[in-house]
């Protein structure tokens, strides 16, 4: 999120417009604030390779929060705003957080988890009511008005690291060697999908979705580094997005399937009521996208969307635009970067077509910070593949088909839900034996969660227990991880090793259990 030359030779330009206010920031007024927090998060003793948290919701200060880290050399980790304090104090601690960036809205919940937080040395809150901060924090404008809004002696590339959860339920880090460079010299990646995607310096981009998500994030930084300018939702609605492309003469945009859907359950006359042909390229991502559901966007809105596959960790890309789509309908597209090998349980090749888990050499290195255990989980044994879990098979062609998403995660709107964390909450309360968490079809969401319970000998299975165990996960748990349903089963389906057969249990919700994408 680089201002770079733009700052110079457009000055004026709008970086980035906020949806619901029309608030715009010029690429120089872009380029003046991030590098007043560059200066400030220099004076507060962060070097490079240090970290720092942001932990909002979208507004008018994120992209700087994000941009000054990229010119600073630091690593900057954004937290999903939906967490509660637990969760967030973990991600601070683990991730080494020296700094930690909120807003008034999440101020409650950030300063509860900065109690546990040790290494912080200061905490800042954008939109806060100075007056009414307590000692522990400031606020983020006076911050930052303290400092020179000229760059940092000595200026480097810096980069986010994000948080991705795995099968022991506790989210990790996933963080990249960060290169020797300036800023002004973007990361490989960024080339490779400016042209995948015709992104050029006239393009208006729409950015639907939250900014902690790796998606969007990546999509907006890639804007702003070709100069264009981005159109900031704070959250999405499906008649204000198609407002807003009219509004903006919107270019690009990414979405995930859920946001598809419910434009789709619009009127006709809301569909047909603005002008979309501004509209050149529709990216999505993230979610299972039902076939239906694809067919009926490109019916309307033509041969524009393009679909790809690639885990946060970078380990490779697949991509498929909307013509390739229709001849291999369900595939999410050909390997493009990385390379790819379909492995069975004993690391051997299977035949084509045939699904096993997906490993590739991977096309970016990455670890899981702090955690080798897991880097090595992840990792063949010879070194030279990764893999995150994730099972399909490749066609013919060349074209990938996903089968599962890391075994049992759950993808609901395209947030990654990951149900170990809830299991384990859910087999410490008293009235409850044994537990699983999986997720389960929902038309809207592609998935939902979904809890199935076995109770303690002589507790009853009923709507008070229910109310009960969605209470006690309330507690602890952000509302996206929360099972939107709780069913009961005599005795849980477990192998002498005591390991879960979930499948058995995910399956009688899925029908023929095969996939969850078709």
């Known amino acids: 999120m680089y201002p770079d030359k733009y700052a110079v030779t457009h000055p004026d330009r709008p970086a980035f417009i906020m949806a619901s206010t029309g608030e715009a920031v010029s690429y120089a007024e872009f380029e003046g604030r991030s590098n007043k927090l560059a200066q400030l998060l220099r004076a507060t003793g962060l070097g490079f390779e240090d970290h720092y948290s942001v932990f909002m919701e979208n507004n008018a200060r994120y992209l700087e929060t994000c941009a000054a880290g990229e010119r600073a050399g630091l690593y900057y980790t954004c937290i999903n705003s939906f967490l509660t304090a637990e969760e967030v104090a973990y991600i601070i601690q683990n991730s080494e957080s020296q700094v930690l960036i909120t807003s008034a809205a999440k101020q409650d919940v950030a300063l509860a988890a900065a109690e546990s937080c040790p290494r912080l040395k200061l905490v800042l809150v954008v939109d806060s009511d100075p007056n009414n901060l307590p000692d522990t924090c400031r606020d983020y404008a006076e911050a930052c008005a303290e400092h020179s809004d ?240 994730d099972v399909g098979y490749v066609d013919a062609d060349g074209f990938l088909y996903l089968t599962d998403r890391k075994t049992f995660m759950i993808i609901s709107g395209g947030v990654n839900i990951y149900p170990q964390e809830c299991e384990d909450l859910l087999i410490s309360h008293p009235k409850v034996e044994d537990a699983a968490v999986f997720g389960v079809p929902n038309t809207d969401l592609g998935e939902e969660v979904k809890a199935v319970v076995q109770p303690i000998a002589g507790i009853a299975a009923d709507n008070e227990l229910t109310e009960e165990l969605l209470g006690y996960l309330n507690g602890h748990l952000s509302r996206q991880k929360i099972p939107r349903s709780v069913d009961y089963i005599d005795e849980m389906p477990r192998l002498p090793t005591g390991k879960l057969y979930k499948r058995l249990l995910r399956d009688k919700y899925w029908g023929d259990g095969k996939s969850r994408i078709v």
């Open 150 to 389: 000229a760059p940092i002696s000595e200026e480097r590339l810096g980069t986010s690291m994000l948080y991705s959860s795995g099968t022991t339920g506790r989210p990790k880090g996933i963080i990249r060697p960060l290169p020797p460079q300036s800023p002004v010299e973007p990361l490989p990646i960024f080339q490779f999908l400016s042209q995948l995607w015709g992104y050029q310096e006239d393009m208006v981009y729409l950015s639907p979705a939250p900014l902690y998500h790796s998606a969007p994030q990546a999509a907006v930084n890639l804007a702003l580094r070709i100069g264009g300018t981005v159109v900031i939702m704070e959250r999405f609605d499906a008649l204000e997005y198609l407002a807003l492309i009219e509004r903006y003469q919107v270019t690009h945009s990414q979405l995930v399937p859920t946001m598809f859907s419910r434009m789709l359950k619009l009127s006709e006359a809301d569909r047909s009521r603005y002008d979309l042909s501004s509209l050149r390229i529709a990216v999505h991502a993230a979610a299972p996208c039902p076939v239906m559901v694809k067919e009926q966007m490109i019916d309307w809105w033509g041969p524009i969307i393009h679909e790809y596959y690639g885990a946060t960790e970078g380990l490779g890309f697949a991509a498929c635009n909307t013509e390739e789509w229709l001849q291999h309908k369900g595939s999410v597209g050909k390997v493009v970067l990385g390379e790819l090998a379909v492995l069975d349980d004993d690391m051997q090749p299977l035949p084509m077509g045939e699904p096993g888990t997906l490993w590739f050499k991977t096309a970016t290195e990455f670890s899981y910070h702090n955690d080798p255990e897991k880097t090595a989980e992840s990792t063949s044994n010879d070194g030279s593949m990764t893999t995150v879990g």
